[in-house]
């Protein structure tokens, strides 16, 4: 799901120091941690999968190109992730679901290390990030055609490398500034889904 955050939470900060991950530690820390949930009102609800891929330490990150038949953000970088449907039971349901049906991941494939705070999209969407690892390696990914154009497998050090960290014109120069995105091949990671990931590049420290 890609978009503009704006208001209840922004990152603006440069990529991170490269630090190897330990997942267990980020799990208790992320269930430590004070999570700034947004309570429920009439605002549609969505969440998105930030899937950890291989062996580690140096996990992949998946990210999905959008085709340009899909309604909103054609062409552009996102998570797997969308609107919540009314059986959804949680959140977590929400985003495991999406990734099931975007880029073919069994939810009980998903080891789910915890959840990222809530956060408001351009469009009024209320989304919830959630971190997972995917517990098997390679893994046979099948995409759905209509909305999902190719798979992107960045390495977190990629991520965490400054040299890879740039920033993108969300809006004419003269209405607002340039937004932090990062670079990945011929990919440019912005909007939403580059606000995502410094939110949990910064939560890694």
Not at 2 to 15: D, I, N, T
Not at 71 to 86: L, M, V
Not at 96 to 121: A, F, K, N
Not at 135 to 159: N, T
């Amino acid at each position: 799901m890609a978009g503009e955050w704006q208001g209840h939470w922004c990152y603006h900060g440069p990529a991170m120091p490269q630090t190897p991950i330990d997942l267990d530690h980020f799990s208790r820390r992320l269930a430590s941690r004070q999570r700034k949930p947004i309570p429920i009102d009439v605002r549609p609800r969505a969440a998105v999968l930030i899937a950890l891929y291989g062996p580690g330490p140096d996990y992949r990150v998946l990210y999905t190109v959008r085709t340009h038949h899909v309604e909103h953000h054609k062409g552009e970088i996102s998570f797997p992730g969308g609107g919540r449907d009314p059986e959804d039971g949680s959140e977590v349901h929400t985003a495991l679901r999406e990734g099931h049906e975007e880029i073919g991941v069994v939810p009980s494939d998903v080891q789910v290390v915890g959840l990222l705070d809530d956060m408001v999209t351009r469009t009024n969407f209320v989304v919830t990030p959630i971190v997972g690892r995917l517990a098997r390696h390679p893994y046979p990914f099948v995409h759905a055609p209509l909305e999902v154009a190719e798979i992107l497998e960045v390495p977190l050090s990629h991520l965490q490398d400054a040299a890879n960290y740039t920033t993108h014109p969300q809006l004419p120069p003269d209405r607002q500034p340039s937004f932090p995105s990062y670079r990945f091949g011929e990919h440019i990671i912005f909007g939403a889904t580059a606000r995502m990931t410094g939110h949990f590049l910064a939560l890694l420290q």
